[in-house]
Antibody, heavy 123, light 108 residues
Framework: QVQLQESGPGLVKPSETLSLTCAVSGYSISSGYYWGWIRQPPGKGLEWIGSIYHSGSTYYNPSLKSRVTISVDTSKNQFSLKLSSVTAADTAVYYC????????????????WGQGTLVTVSS | EIVLTQSPGTLSLSPGERATLSCRASQSVSSSYLAWYQQKPGQAPRLLIYGASSRATGIPDRFSGSGSGTDFTLTISRLEPEDFAVYYCQQYGSSLNTFGQGTKLEIK
């Protein structure tokens, strides 16, 4: 059974960098899947932050691209999110999730999600 | 970037009724890479439909998806009490994923 678990500080000061990690269990992160980060401000909808693919390619939401970095640590079977220069607008529940594609190149959306972690940006 | 617009914003229905939720894309969605998720308060989203019309594992057959190009629909044939939640569509065909703003399905 695939499980994802987010971890990181629940409180970040304005202008600092938000750093979160998603630990994956039940599956090797280096296999043919892609991994993503999604956030949800309190009371609002879902916003895709970015994804990293098995090839190492990364894709980011254009509105966040200048501040986001997603990376994978295969030795620890986890992937990470860094969001720099945060403001109160970055306060949200942050989710990590897994998507996959089959041998024919057909893509599937995020089918496994972490429980989410609330990050508050405040001084 | 593909923008997804969901309608209505809120849908008020009674258990046993049929629900029809719409998702319209600003441009054609590649290979019908359109998904639907259900989210309940305090929970992560749950994948319902992928590829516009395929049910994810374990999803009851009262949930069905249809559409192609720019117009997609999620239908719940007969509402159960546990179906009242917020529903999101997502396009994942381009390297830049996007979500719709959501439709809240509430008990009338």
């Amino acid at each position: 059974q695939v499980q994802l678990q987010e971890s990181g500080p629940g409180l970040v000061k304005p202008s600092e960098t938000l750093s979160l990690t998603c630990a994956v269990s039940g599956y090797s992160i280096s296999s043919g899947y892609y991994w993503g980060w999604i956030r949800q401000p309190p009371g609002k909808g879902l916003e895709w932050i970015g994804s990293i693919y098995h090839s190492g390619s990364t894709y980011y939401n254009p509105s966040l691209k200048s501040r986001v970095t997603i990376s994978v640590d295969t030795s620890k079977n986890q992937f990470s999110l860094k969001l720099s220069s945060v403001t109160a607008a970055d306060t949200a529940v942050y989710y990590c999730a897994r998507g996959h594609y089959d041998s024919s190149g057909y893509y599937y959306p995020f089918d496994y999600w972490g429980q989410g972690t609330l990050v508050t940006v405040s001084s | 970037e593909i923008v997804l617009t969901q309608s209505p914003g809120t849908l008020s229905l009674s258990p046993g009724e049929r629900a029809t939720l719409s998702c319209r894309a600003s441009q054609s969605v590649s290979s019908s890479y359109l998904a639907w998720y259900q989210q309940k308060p305090g929970q992560a989203p749950r994948l319902l439909i992928y590829g516009a019309s395929s049910r994810a594992t374990g999803i009851p057959d009262r949930f069905s998806g249809s559409g192609s190009g720019t117009d997609f629909t999620l239908t719940i044939s007969r509402l159960e009490p546990e179906d009242f939640a917020v529903y999101y569509c997502q396009q994942y065909g381009s390297s830049l994923n996007t979500f719709g703003q959501g439709t809240k399905l509430e008990i009338k």
